[in-house]
């Protein structure tokens, strides 16, 4: 396991607002769409339609094990996110609400975190 000790500080300077920004967007209220993987069952098209799936739960594991080497290849994660929403739901759906509503969520908590640096 990555303990924070064995992390690189210059890494581990990149990871404190990653961890940060995805609690958030895991507390928000909106977030209930995003979660978890789209249910493949319950969609049955969606793998068709939406060639890379991104869900919140997969980001965690990826930040856990170390999988992102910048904060942008994390960011580009979380934008698939609400891309797909956006392809896959109509704007004025519940889920293509929520989908840009925790977009804008995102973009002004990221920016937040990161301006100073
Ligand atoms: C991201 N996304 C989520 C859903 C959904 O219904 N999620 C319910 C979770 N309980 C449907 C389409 C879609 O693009």
């Given at each position: 396991t990555n303990s924070t000790e064995s992390i690189p500080i210059r890494l581990n300077k990149e990871l404190a607002p990653c961890r940060q920004v995805l609690d958030d967007l895991e507390s928000h209220d909106e977030a209930w769409p995003f979660?978890?993987?789209?249910?493949t069952k319950q969609f049955p098209t969606y793998r068709k339609v939406i060639r890379n799936p991104m869900d919140l739960q997969t980001i965690g594991k990826r930040l856990s094990q170390n999988e992102y080497k910048s904060r942008d290849e994390f960011v580009s994660d979380v934008r698939l996110i609400f891309d797909n929403c956006e392809t896959f739901n109509e704007d004025n759906s519940p889920v293509g609400k929520a989908g840009h509503t925790l977009r804008l969520f995102f973009e002004t908590r990221w920016a937040d975190l990161t301006s100073g640096k």
């Open positions: 979660l978890l993987a789209v249910n």
